[in-house]
């Protein structure tokens, strides 16, 4: 996918990154030619709607030696086995920080003041975003954060007017980008949405409005993001610090509990990728890569031609 992508260098692309590997390609766009190419492998296995008449099936299966992937049969099952586990190890560590973090932002939601944070949402809407356009608008989900085996990662927008919405508790922030996506939408515009994969549910995180090169992103103890060029929203001001003061006990439990399950799940992301290198290492071994790249330099004829 890199080498079909390095091909269109002056065309409107999209590389989506691999959570598990963020240096390796999960799938690309070519805008210009309506062209996608997918990682159709587990854990996100994806099946053609029509195969053969609208989309084609690539089986990197024909480039690789079988013979010899056979003669490490062993090495390659265990290897594989270790992967597994330590992604079922991820999982049940997020899953457990999940229901903790569930629970704060339940507190949290409890103490928001939610007059004082909806004037707060409508002046700013007024401030930032224009009159309602003839358009329809749009509400789509773009994951720009994930839990990765170099820790919590997010790409951060370039080049657009930052809010940073500090919210250590989770509630406000979540709250806040539901509300103002939809008066985006009403406006006629778009609002790309990044959900929080850590919470249980939708959880909003982060938000982009293309139109405007305006972004929200979130600053939680998830993702401790700090930014030198942004507009800090403090979302203190919303909860009722009372309410939560009575609370403290169990929200700083709750706090380190779900900090210290985050590193689990991220160092058993770690494990996961050491033992999927070394799988990788069977089959790049393996494999024909000239009858890879023949393969690449078809599809790129392929695209250019407009013959896909």
Request: proline share 4%; net charge neutral.
């Amino acid at each position: 996918m890199k080498r079909i992508l390095e091909a269109f260098p002056n065309e409107e692309r999209e590389l989506y990154l691999c959570s598990s590997d963020p240096d390796s390609a999960d799938a690309i766009y070519l805008k210009k030619h309506k062209v996608v190419f997918v990682d159709g492998t587990a854990p996100h296995v994806f099946d053609p709607k029509y195969p053969g008449a609208v989309q084609e099936i690539i089986n990197m299966g024909d480039f690789w030696n079988s013979g010899r992937l056979q003669s490490q049969k062993e090495e390659i099952i265990a290897a594989h086995t270790d992967y597994s586990r330590y992604h079922i190890r991820c999982r049940r560590c997020l899953s457990a920080a999940a229901a903790v973090l569930s629970d704060t932002k339940q507190i949290a939601a409890d103490a928001l003041n939610y007059p004082k944070l909806d004037g707060f949402i409508m002046r700013l809407a007024r401030k930032l975003l224009p009159q309602k356009s003839a358009a329809e608008g749009r509400m789509i989900f773009r994951q720009i954060s994930a839990i990765t085996p170099k820790g919590y990662i997010t790409l951060l927008p370039e080049n657009d007017t930052v809010y940073l919405l500090c919210d250590s508790y989770h509630s406000g922030s979540d709250y806040f980008l539901r509300s103002l996506a939809e008066t985006v939408k009403q406006k006629g515009l778009t609002a790309e949405i990044s959900l929080c994969t850590v919470h249980e549910g939708e959880h909003f995180e982060h938000m982009r409005i293309p139109e405007l090169a305006l972004s929200f992103i979130s600053s939680t103890p998830i993702n401790d993001i700090s930014l030198a060029e942004k507009i800090p929203v403090n979302f203190m001001r919303f909860y009722g610090k009372d309410y939560l003061f009575g609370k403290k006990t169990r929200l700083k439990f709750n706090a380190a509990v779900a900090k210290e399950l985050q590193g689990e799940a991220e160092a058993s992301l770690a494990s996961a990728k050491l033992a999927h290198d070394k799988l990788e290492q069977f089959y790049i071994s393996s494999v024909d890569f000239d009858k890879i790249e023949r393969l690449c330099d078809n599809f790129i004829e392929k695209i250019k031609s407009a013959e896909v």
